[in-house]
């Protein structure tokens, strides 16, 4: 059975599953069981930034923790709890305080199950929010997952969706290696058919959304939509398009981006985040390296100008990649 959950309420229902098939799960972050409410006796006021853990302090007295405002702090703490036997969920707030705490996760995190031999496991999730979309302008809108994709160690998650918002977030808690789990500001106001009760979505596996010969569209988060309505209108034009919804970062389903070129030829990937060093360069890398012989024209890459993150809403919007974008770069492949 599904019901129609918005995807924070399906982050709510996953989290709330974990702490309750596992006591070694603990959450703590800023604001997370209400923060300064606990004066006015209502302990569940805020349940983060964006509410998203609202309610489970009641359900889960002592195993839901706010902490100061220092992001160091909550990360390194998480470390340490996820090396010593718990199974820690830390909150980031934004994606972009990623430079204050990355020297546990860059150091720490991704590396002590390497140093001690497969000995030390660290169970940690960071659940972070990533990208524009909100006017949360230059330092409240950046996409890094390229940052931590890119750190041996640690795998990166970004869900398009409520109901892989759920799974995906089940299967990054109960990993026994540190997840970065992105939670993209453009589809946190979608909802979606989401199954009940208890499942996953394996960590690494892309999902094929629509199917077709033409042309190949690789999307991440927010720019999956994105794909999926360039390809319904390209389909009114008589060109059919494969949607591949990548999910994992890291680990990356490699397999199911060739197995599409492979039957269309041609692709575009498309990226929130800006150009340099990114997913879309490392994807279509992996193509000329791997698919060469597939390819009928260059990879195109959509993706935001190598620029910060504009606060106007006119800008942003212009800044962040759109259908029409997706569009332009299918009639330039020929």
């Not at 996409?143 to 998650?157: A, C, D, E, F, H």
């Not at 575009?268 to 990114?278: F, I, K, N, S, Y």
């Not at 791997?290 to 606060?311: E, I, M, Q, Y």
Request: some cysteine.
């Amino acid at each position: 059975m599904s019901r129609e959950l918005g995807f924070g309420m399906a982050v709510n229902e996953a989290l709330h599953l974990a702490l309750e098939s596992d006591p070694d799960v603990i959450l703590l972050g800023e604001d997370v069981a209400g923060g300064g409410a606990r004066d006015s006796g209502d302990v569940d006021e805020m349940g983060g930034v964006l509410g998203t853990t609202k309610g489970l302090v009641k359900s889960f007295p002592g195993r839901v923790l706010d902490t100061p405002i220092s992001e160091m702090g909550i990360i390194g703490t998480a470390v340490g709890a996820a090396a010593t036997g718990l199974r820690p969920v830390a909150e980031l707030m934004f994606m972009d305080f990623l430079g204050t705490c990355l020297d546990p996760l860059l150091n720490q995190a991704a590396k002590l199950r390497y140093m001690f031999g497969g000995k030390v496991r660290v169970p940690l999730t960071v659940r972070t929010v990533s990208g524009a979309g909100m006017q949360a302008a230059a330092q409240h809108s950046q996409s890094l997952y390229w940052i931590t994709t890119g750190i041996p160690g640690l795998k990166t998650v970004i869900p398009s969706n409520p109901a892989d918002a759920k799974g995906l977030l089940l299967s990054a808690i109960r990993d026994d290696n540190p997840v970065i789990f992105c939670e993209a500001k453009g589809v946190l106001g979608l909802t979606g058919e989401v199954p009940e009760g208890d499942y996953t979505v394996p960590l690494g596996e892309a999902a094929l959304l629509r199917s077709g010969g033409d042309v190949s569209l690789v999307g991440l988060g927010c720019t999956v939509p994105v794909c999926m309505e360039a390809a319904a209108q390209l389909a009114a034009e008589g060109i059919e398009a494969d949607v591949l919804d990548l999910r994992s970062l890291q680990p990356l389903d490699e397999e199911a981006i060739l197995s599409s070129l492979a039957k269309t030829g041609s692709m575009v990937v498309v990226d929130e985040a800006t150009p340099r060093c990114g997913i879309a360069s490392d994807v279509a890398a992996l193509c000329v390296d791997r698919g060469f012989d597939s390819l009928n024209a260059p990879v195109k890459r959509v993706t935001a100008p190598h620029a910060p993150v504009p606060f106007s809403q006119v800008l942003e919007r212009a800044y962040m990649p759109a259908a029409a974008d997706v569009i332009a770069a299918v009639r330039e492949l020929g």
